[in-house]
């Protein structure tokens, strides 16, 4: 079975400095897609970038990149010079292939809040 | 571009009351269409998805129902609601293989 982990229901940063955000999957597919979610308060569900498993960069949007080690299976989040608005919860998913081919079921973490310092 | 609405945005409903959630998508054909539910401080739970008008699949047993009358329009019902269905009900577009898109989402609250 698919299993996304998130070990850290809470994290503080101070404003400016950089975070990690952790995320472990547990799948027996070969071919399977990882993403990381922003939640503000407000609830609204935001995409912020996207690893497939056979990407060999590590995927980078802005200020995210993902730190992808394929061989521990995790898909780590990377946030640079933080801001007060990244105050938020962020989820970490995984869509898998097998048995989900196209129907792009995503299986989500528990989440980690996010706190920024000034 | 795509935008995707779902209404209304809070509701409040006695136990044993029906219920009606009403998602729609603009701007793309032929979606697949997702509901997921959020408990307070956990991560979302899919309930429905649809690769179609008409095609519905359920991934947890439970007090609700979906439907999909329309391409784009994605429906939640229950006809009794009990109280754990509070939560709040996520709606989201994808192509299937890519991210999926979320609406901002209904708070519903039994009593």
């Known amino acids: 079975a698919q299993k996304i982990t998130q070990t850290q229901p809470g994290m503080f940063v101070q404003e400016k400095e950089a975070v990690t955000l952790d995320c472990t999957y547990d799948?027996?597919?070969?071919?399977?897609?990882l993403f990381w979610y922003k939640q503000p308060s407000s609830g609204e569900m935001i995409f912020l970038i996207y690893q497939g498993s056979y990407d060999e960069q590590n995927a980078t949007e802005g200020r995210y990149s993902l730190n992808f080690q394929k061989a521990r299976k995790s898909a780590n989040l990377v946030i640079s010079a933080s801001q007060l608005g990244d105050s938020a919860m962020y989820f970490c998913?995984?869509?898998?292939?097998?048995?989900?081919?196209?129907?792009?079921?995503?299986?989500f973490g528990q989440g980690t809040t996010l706190q920024v310092k000034p | 571009s795509q935008t995707i609405h779902q209404w209304p945005a809070t509701l409040v409903q006695p136990v044993g009351s029906p219920l009606s959630l009403e998602c729609t998508v603009e701007g793309t054909s032929n979606p697949n269409l997702y509901w997921y539910r959020q408990a307070a401080g956990r991560g979302l739970q899919l309930l429905f998805y649809s690769v179609g008008i008409g095609q519905i699949s359920s991934e947890v047993p439970q007090n609700l129902s979906a439907s999909r009358p329309q391409d784009r329009q994605f429906i939640l019902s229950s006809k009794k609601l009990l109280l754990s269905d509070s939560g709040f009900y996520l709606c989201a577009w994808g192509t299937g293989y890519n991210e999926q898109f979320f609406g901002p989402g209904t708070r519903l609250t039994v009593l």
């Open positions: 998913a995984m869509r898998g292939s097998s048995g989900s081919s196209n129907t792009g079921k995503l299986i």
């Open positions: 799948t027996s597919d070969q071919s399977y897609g």
